[in-house]
C-alpha cells in the first residue's frame, strides 16, 4: 500500500530544477523533501508526499480532512495485527 501524507513547507532551500528541496513539517517533525514536482508551491502550503517526493499540492481543507482520518486509523478499534498464512504472508 502507499501513502502520501500532507506536510507544510516551511521554507524552500533549494527551488530549481531536479534538486528541488524544501523544508516540510508533519504534525511537528520537519524534513527535507524532493521538491522537483512542485517548484510552483509556495511555503506555507500543503503538499502531498510520498516516499519523501512532495508529488502535488493540496489545500488546506483537504489536508485536514486527512489530518483527521489519520487520527482516526491510530484509533485501535477495528485494528488487527496481520497473522502469516500458511505462505509466509500476513492476511
Not at 522537483?36 to 512532495?54: D, K, L, Q
Not at 480532512?65 to 505462505?87: H, N, R, S, V, Y
Amino acid at each position: 500500500m502507499c501513502l502520501g501524507i500532507p506536510g507544510k513547507i516551511i521554507r524552500w532551500l533549494e527551488r530549481d530544477g531536479v534538486f528541488a528541496q524544501a523544508e516540510v513539517e508533519f504534525d511537528g517533525v520537519r524534513r527535507v523533501v524532493h521538491m522537483a514536482c512542485v517548484t510552483e508551491a509556495e511555503e506555507g502550503e500543503f503538499v502531498i508526499v510520498h516516499a519523501g517526493i512532495a508529488i502535488s499540492r493540496v489545500d488546506p481543507e483537504e489536508a485536514e480532512q486527512i489530518f483527521k482520518t489519520l487520527a482516526a486509523m491510530g484509533d485501535d478499534a477495528g485494528w488487527q495485527a496481520a497473522e502469516p498464512d500458511d505462505t509466509g504472508y500476513e492476511s
